[in-house]
């Protein structure tokens, strides 16, 4: 497979991720991802948009709700260092991170 640029538009971030363009957007005007608009305002998503992305849905799948992963996606460092949200997820949820056992969400880099 090659090598993603810099910057992907929300057709490959969709056909990479497996989320519809609509969700996208979605997830764009609740918080959750941000793009960059090229002067014809295109979207262009950073790279590590696809790990945000990969977070959200696994997220959802163990019922956080969207509000609740906007939380978690905040906490998350902007420089790209490593870091666990488990204690901040688990912290809202009375311990338990995946109301359904224990998930650690390390190295996920934010935009």
Do not use: K
């Not at 793009?35 to 948009?49: D, F, M, S, V």
């Not at 019922?63 to 666990?84: F, H, K, N």
């Not at 488990?86 to 311990?95: A, D, I, K, L, N």
């Not at 338990?96 to 190295?107: F, H, V």
């Amino acid at each position: 497979m090659p090598v993603l640029p810099d910057r992907i538009t929300i057709g490959e971030l969709a056909m990479r991720s497996g989320v519809a363009t609509s969700a996208l957007r979605f997830y764009e005007e609740r918080g959750l991802i941000a793009a960059e608009r090229t002067p014809g305002n295109q979207r262009l998503y950073p790279r590590p948009t696809l790990r945000r992305v990969a977070f959200i849905r696994a997220a959802q799948e163990v019922g956080l709700t969207l509000d609740e992963i906007g939380q978690a996606l905040a906490a998350l460092p902007t420089d790209r260092r490593r870091r666990s949200v488990t204690g901040s997820v688990s912290r809202q949820h009375g311990g338990n991170a995946s109301r359904g056992g224990s998930r650690t969400w390390s190295g996920c880099e934010t935009t």
